[in-house]
């Protein structure tokens, strides 16, 4: 059985991996987020925490779908082909990202 878990999980693709592993680490959150907000263990609606931990997992898979995962190493490597310029540096000191077009003195 483990070893047909290991092979299910080698078969699927990084991005699919990164994904699932913070969708994963998002659910693990909310449930002790949850839990931690209770007295008592005995006070817990356990369904309640099931329920909510799955629904945050899935919205992390929809937010990896549509934005993507920064864990991924094709996000990683999409990030190094692709490198943002350095923000240019003006007379007197000040970045581009400091100003809009009409402040600048």
Do not use: C, Y
């Not at 991996?17 to 994963?24: E, G, Q, T, Y």
């Not at 490597?77 to 943002?84: D, K, S």
């Amino acid at each position: 059985m483990l070893k047909r878990l290991k092979a299910l999980w080698n078969g699927l693709s990084p991005f699919t991996r990164a994904a699932f592993m913070r969708a994963l680490k998002t659910m693990v959150q909310t449930a002790g987020a949850i839990l931690l907000t209770h007295d008592r263990v005995s006070g817990v609606d356990w369904g309640n925490v099931a329920d909510v931990a799955a629904m945050s997992g899935l919205l992390s898979i929809f937010t990896s779908v549509s934005a993507g995962v920064p864990e991924s190493p094709l996000q990683r490597q999409e990030e190094i082909a692709a490198p943002q310029s350095p923000p240019q540096i003006q007379e007197g000191g000040a970045s581009d990202e400091n100003h809009g077009p009409d402040e600048h003195a």
